[in-house]
């Protein structure tokens, strides 16, 4: 099956500064990779996704890569502010209703 | 729009007491996924419905665990006995049925918090 790899677990920022986190998958059939954030306490919700037929995808200050040869998709936070500060996940999966497998998390901190 | 609803939202129990949550998906939302979240790790899928249909049990633990989806709507998960490591979050998500328009997205509900003693 899928295994999803995500680093770091713990990622300390100054508020305005970029945040990078990076996953990697194992299973080349998989073509669908979101971002989830997850603030304490809170259901995870969907920030941001990508399919493999995009290398890149924009949404106002955050962005995901990829690269299907490398298996690898990383999360881009830029102009980060205190709202930011959460856990954040990112998943992979073939598609359709597959389900998703998903990282162990990156605490995202944002520091004032 | 309601979201999925789960309930309860926090349950203490004595260990190898039975326990169950429940959840309301979207409506409209054919596939229910079943998902264990231990604190500071990512959820891990349990089982996954089409409709009716368990059609991914494979990390289930059977011999304590079953799960239930009668008419396609709501579903149940029951745990009996609860043992100490059981304690974690149990989520449940929706996604609606393929087509052009499906996105992948799951609905996660806000989780039911089991704590064993």
């Known amino acids: 099956g899928e295994n999803v790899e995500q680093h770091p677990s713990t990622l300390s920022v100054q508020e305005g500064d970029s945040a990078v986190i990076k996953c990697t998958y194992s299973d080349s059939a998989s073509n669908y990779f979101p971002w989830y954030k997850q603030e304490l306490g809170k259901r995870p919700q969907l920030i941001i996704d990508?399919?493999?037929?995009?290398g890149e995808k924009k949404d106002q200050r955050i962005a995901v890569t990829l690269n299907k040869t490398a298996k690898h998709f990383s999360l881009h936070i830029t102009e980060t502010q205190p709202e930011d500060s959460a856990v954040y996940f990112c998943?992979?999966?073939?598609?359709?209703?597959?389900?998703?497998?998903f990282g162990k998390g990156t605490h995202l901190i944002i520091q004032p | 729009e309601a979201g999925v609803v789960q309930s309860p939202r926090y349950k203490i129990i004595e260990k190898k007491q039975p326990v169950a949550f429940w959840c309301n998906p979207i409506s409209g939302h054919n596939t229910l996924y079943w998902y264990l979240q231990n604190l500071g790790q990512g959820p891990e899928l349990l089982i996954r419905y089409e409709n009716e249909e368990a059609v991914d049990d494979s990390q289930l633990p059977k011999d304590r665990f079953s799960a239930e989806r009668l008419k396609g709507v709501d579903s149940t998960l029951k745990i009996q006995p609860a043992e100490l490591g059981d304690s974690a979050v149990y989520l449940c998500?929706?996604?609606?049925?393929?087509?052009?328009?499906?996105?992948?997205?799951?609905?996660f509900g806000e989780g039911s918090r089991l704590t064993v003693l």
């Open positions: 998943a992979a999966s073939g598609g359709g209703a597959d389900g998703l497998t």
């Open positions: 998500a929706s996604s609606p049925p393929g087509g052009p328009t499906y996105t992948g997205e799951l609905f």
């Open positions: 990508i399919r493999s037929n995009v």
